[in-house]
């Protein structure tokens, strides 16, 4: 009995010891995965929460992510965008202000936000600058678009 004791000790440590260093190694494989989850994954995620939330504080996480990623990341336009329509939807003009015009310092081309500016300016009654935005929507767009600043704008005249 007395020479089996070392060696159920010595199995102890072994085990002990390959299981302290799979815990370890476990954990460094996850710290590596969440370094490697994407903004856009992020965005995904949150974008759940908001939408398909079963409950209000769901979608308050999902919103709350999504500014924490937007100040995180500001150069980032899918982030912009989306925060400036969750702006308007409640209400917050003068924000959605802001965050379609950091569309348009990272891509000049977004007439779409443009149209969004009009949009602010004209819920704000801000009538002159929703004017000046829609003229020179008209200068810069086709289509649809064109068609849909010249309709507003003869509406704020």
């Known amino acids: 009995m007395m020479k089996r004791s070392p060696f159920i000790a010595i199995t102890l440590a072994i085990i002990l010891a390959l299981f302290i260093y ?3 190694s476990k954990q460094k494989i996850l710290s590596q995965t969440k370094q490697t ?4 994954d992020q965005i995904n995620e949150a974008f759940a929460n908001i939408r398909n939330g079963n409950s209000p504080e769901a979608q308050m996480r999902g919103i709350l992510k999504m500014r924490s990623l937007a100040e995180e990341y500001p150069e980032n336009l899918d982030l912009q ?3 400036g329509l969750f702006s308007m939807q409640s209400g ?5 202000l802001d ?3 950091n569309v348009l310092k990272i891509d000049s081309t977004r007439h779409d936000a443009t149209m ?6 004209t819920s704000l009654q ?3 600058n929703a004017q000046k935005v829609l003229q020179s929507l008209l200068i810069k767009s086709e289509g649809d678009l064109r068609k ?6 003869e509406k704020l005249k």
């Open 22 to 24: 799979v815990s370890s």
């Open 37 to 40: 989850i994407t903004v856009s």
């Open 81 to 83: 965008w989306n925060m």
């Open 92 to 96: 917050q003009f003068q924000k959605a």
């Open 99 to 101: 965050r379609f015009n």
């Open 116 to 121: 969004q500016l009009a949009l602010c300016y």
């Open 126 to 128: 801000d009538t002159i």
């Open 148 to 153: 849909n600043s010249l309709i507003m704008l």
